[in-house]
């Protein structure tokens, strides 16, 4: 069974930064995709970014030019570097992954790590 551990959120002034981490365990993990989503109270869940193996990276809109994802294959690890945080980015975020296998897709979720931007 493959598990996602977070880490890395916690309280921030608007402008700040934060990063987050999520290391997947389990032996047999590919991760093609691995990503974050973020969830307001109020609001639907949300793509924040998604990186896959192979290094193709998307966006939400209101997070380009403020938040960059990267991963380490090796360590089966995902980050995602939050700077110029504001109020709005205050969210639940979950870790998500996805592993492609020819007869199906195993999508995974983590606990999901509170940010909140406040002053």
């Known amino acids: 069974q493959v598990q996602l551990v977070e880490s890395g959120g916690g309280l921030v002034q608007p402008g700040g930064s934060l990063r987050l981490s999520c290391a997947a365990s389990?032996?047999?993990?590919?991760?093609?995709?691995m990503g974050w989503y973020r969830q307001a109270p109020g609001n639907q869940r949300e793509l924040v970014a998604d990186?896959?193996?192979?290094?193709?990276?998307n966006y939400a809109d209101s997070v380009k030019g403020r938040f960059t994802i990267s991963r380490d294959n090796a360590k089966n690890t995902v980050y995602l570097q939050m700077n110029s945080l504001k109020p709005e980015d205050t969210a639940l975020y979950y870790c998500?992954?996805?592993?492609?296998?020819?007869?199906?897709?195993?999508?995974?979720w983590g606990q999901g790590t509170q940010v909140t931007v406040s002053s």
């Open positions: 998500y992954a996805e592993d492609w296998l020819s007869w199906r897709t195993d999508k995974y």
């Open positions: 389990g032996s047999i993990f590919s991760g093609n995709v």
């Open positions: 990186i896959t193996r192979g290094g193709s990276i």
